[in-house]
């Protein structure tokens, strides 16, 4: 390919930035100075920008932990998107596979790869995505059992069965405060206010292989329970990262992107 092309496809900069790069001497292939942006050059072929050596990758994928209150998409002219918070050399072709709501948080893929992400996000190919809730009121059996049945939204769509595991219902809480017995709105030892309102919460994974438009928020709602916190944490063989805080990202590993490409 064109060399300008193949640089500013790896991320090294705009056309016009490298076109003025090679003008003033500052490109090399294969240890020479290039003199003409548009000379061609292979995959193979040892390439440096700057004095820094560019490496052809056909395909990139990053690991992200989203945080809350950045879309997750490509490109926006009002708002961040997780594609900006990649700051090293970045391809302009990156995209997230699958999104996450504004106010989710959690495991993220960001490629430009788009076969492999039709493979994860695909309902046919049963990759299954699990994700941390905090909800109000008190998660029961009845609603483990619905959401195994499959859920039917008002809206009609009809959702795949769904795991629903129970970490803590609301219920539980009330027992650990009434053990308590600090009277409501007061300050018990630790420090912390006993409030019940703020105590009826239950705490619950959801396990599933579709990901419509605030699904697991509208599947929650049929059931009269509001969704407070969400964060994914596996999809597929992808599991998050504990090391990485909300907005880092590192590249997968060799056996993350095996066992992605297994599926």
Avoid: W
């Amino acid at each position: 390919m064109r060399l300008d092309k193949f640089l500013s496809g790896m991320g090294a900069g705009t056309r016009t930035e490298i076109k003025k790069a090679v003008k003033a001497g500052l490109v090399t292939v294969d240890g020479a100075v290039a003199k003409d942006p548009g000379m061609h050059v292979g995959e193979d072929s040892a390439v440096t920008y700057r004095g820094d050596p560019v490496v052809y990758e056909e395909f990139v994928y990053y690991m992200m932990n989203k945080p809350a209150g950045v879309i997750s998409a490509s490109d926006d002219s009002r708002e961040e998107t997780v594609v900006d918070l990649i700051d090293e050399q970045k391809r302009k072709d990156l995209f997230p596979a699958g999104r996450l709501d504004r106010d989710t948080e959690g495991l993220l893929l960001i490629t430009n790869d788009g076969a492999l992400a039709h493979r994860l996000l695909s309902p046919k190919h049963h990759v299954d995505k699990r994700y941390y809730a905090e909800v109000s009121g008190t998660v029961t059996e009845d609603d483990v059992q619905a959401f195994a049945d499959g859920l039917v939204l008002p809206d009609g769509l009809e959702c795949l069965p769904a795991k629903l595991e129970i970490l803590r219902a609301a219920d539980d809480d009330e027992e650990v405060s009434s053990d308590k017995s600090v009277p409501d709105n007061e300050t018990a030892p630790d420090g912390s206010v006993h409030d019940d309102e703020a105590l009826a919460t239950s705490e619950v994974e959801v396990v599933i292989q579709e990901g419509k438009f605030h699904q697991i928020k509208r599947m929650f709602a049929t059931r009269g329970m509001e969704v407070l916190y969400l964060k994914r944490l596996t999809m597929g063989p992808l599991i998050l990262d504990d090391t990485l805080e909300p907005g880092e990202y590192r590249r997968l590993t060799n056996e993350e992107l095996q066992a992605l490409k297994s599926l």
